[in-house]
């Protein structure tokens, strides 16, 4: 049995444990929820007063010159870079993760507009405003959307074929946690001559990618997630050197324009990945990123030149192994079962199981109410509602930025404790709230 007194030797052996003191994590909180709102960087306040009241306050317009407020999408593009294998110069960061989406998966529709082929492929169990995004643009543009399993993508009948115009899929599962080979899929997808379109929405900051190495065709992302740039931040959008010039994306905005500042009539889209850009873009936002990007990047310093996500991932996955490892010496007889899959490779940064309750088997799951429950002792994760395919999930995220292995035991103490006690069938756990 795995006990507190291992946890604290872990924790004393950890290299990266002065990473967590970049951030302001309440004293009376275990923050298990950074998969979907990161813990606020210390340097935010700071640095966001300072945009405020200096560079906006006082230089006004200046600013974007004299504090480089117009390269901002390109400078912290290339911060994201870092952490998923991408160079310099192939990233931006601007709008949202759905709004990206819809650029990207326009270029790549655009791409084979006239392959004839018709088939957009993607997992039915993918972030819904990405579905969303795929069925209204499908819809658009003649294609139609098609939502497998994951195991649909491998062996013999594979729904891999010659028929199929892009392969979408997130990265990291947002339900499950589970983790797509990227290089592997790419290479299948490829070989039939389909266009790949990555969410990495979990996986930025939270595991490696490698976008190049796996000749990704496009690809986008979260901010405010793994890499803690606040409430709505700024998202980005990757494509891959041989397609960023050849597309017009289909929000021409004048920021995209090659030359934005000509002021001309006609639509001239700037080389690369810059005619991602549509319009004017929220400085303040990105000044917030910019500090959640430095503390991703200041893991770098512990992984000589392997980047800042090496180091992470040994200590993610220690901290998912230890979160399974306890909640199953220590939680059996509840119903709970382990839906994230336990092989490393295919494990994302967060734990998500799921509950039969063993007194009413035809009841529901209880998940809502015990995640309710948590909350109320301050172990924050989430909830995500199931269907008649896929139960109810208890969602933990684990950044090992900021978390350590005495959380996991107290978190999992936690859990004990409203399961041994029935805490969570009181009435106000089983309310719901508007945002789950
Ligand atoms: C979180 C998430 C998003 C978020 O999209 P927004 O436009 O920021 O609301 C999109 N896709 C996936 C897969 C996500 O996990």
């Given amino acids: 049995m795995t006990t507190l007194s291992d946890c604290r030797a872990l924790d004393a052996q950890d290299p990266l444990r002065a ?19 990161g813990v606020m960087p210390k340097a935010a306040p700071a640095r966001i ?32 870079a870092r952490v998923i ?15 990206n989406l819809y650029k990207v998966l326009f270029a790549a529709l655009s791409q084979q507009k006239d392959s004839g082929r018709k088939l957009v492929v993607s997992e039915r169990s993918n972030f819904p405003t990405d579905l969303y995004i795929a069925e209204s643009l499908c819809r658009e543009r003649g294609f139609t959307l098609k939502l497998i399993e994951a195991h649909e993508l491998q062996g013999p009948d594979s729904v891999l074929t010659d028929e199929v115009a892009v392969l979408m899929l997130t990265h990291v599962n947002y339900r499950t946690g589970a983790m797509h080979d990227m290089k592997a899929i790419t290479a299948a997808a490829h070989a039939v001559g389909a266009l790949t379109v990555w969410d990495l929405a979990h996986s930025a ?26 409430p709505g931040a700024p998202a980005f959008a990757w494509v891959h050197t041989k397609h960023a010039g050849q597309f017009e994306q289909p929000l021409s905005g004048w920021w995209g324009h090659a030359a934005p500042f000509e002021f001309t009539p006609h639509y001239r889209p700037a080389p690369g990945v810059g005619r991602y850009l549509c319009g004017t873009q929220p400085i303040i936002a990105l000044a917030g990123l910019e500090c959640g990007l430095d503390t991703v990047l200041a893991a770098e310093s512990f992984n000589g030149d392997q980047g800042a996500m090496s180091a992470l991932r040994t200590k993610s996955l220690a901290l998912t192994d230890l979160f399974i490892r306890l909640v199953e010496e220590r939680c059996a007889g509840h119903g709970l079962s382990l839906v994230t899959p336990r092989d490393h490779a295919q494990r994302g940064s967060q734990v998500c199981l799921s509950r ?7 009841g529901g799951s209880g998940a809502y ?10 172990v924050i994760g989430d909830y995500r509602a199931g269907d008649s395919q896929m139960p109810d999930i208890l969602r933990f995220g684990f950044t090992p930025l900021y ?24 009435e106000e756990f089983n309310r719901k709230n508007a945002v789950t």
């Fill in 356 to 362: 039969k309750n063993p007194e009413d088997p035809q």
């Fill in 19 to 37: 990473l967590r003191d970049q951030f302001i994590v309440p004293a009376d909180v275990l923050y298990l929820d950074g998969n979907s709102l």
């Fill in 369 to 378: 109410a015990i995640v309710q429950a948590l909350i109320a002792r301050g």
């Fill in 403 to 426: 978390i350590g292995f005495e959380d996991v035991w107290n978190s999992v103490e936690h859990l004990v404790q409203v399961l041994e006690t029935g805490e969570w069938k009181r």
């Fill in 85 to 99: 294998g991408a160079a310099p110069g192939e990233v931006v960061c601007t709008d949202s993760t759905s709004v």
């Fill in 49 to 80: 007063a300072e945009v405020v009241t200096r560079e906006w306050g006082e230089g006004l317009i200046r600013s974007w010159n004299t504090a480089s407020w117009f390269d901002l999408p390109q400078r912290l593009g290339d911060k994201v």
């Fill in 205 to 230: 900051g939270a595991v490696p990618v490698a976008l190049n190495d796996a000749d990704a065709d496009y690809a986008i992302g979260c901010g405010y997630k793994y890499l803690n740039g606040g």
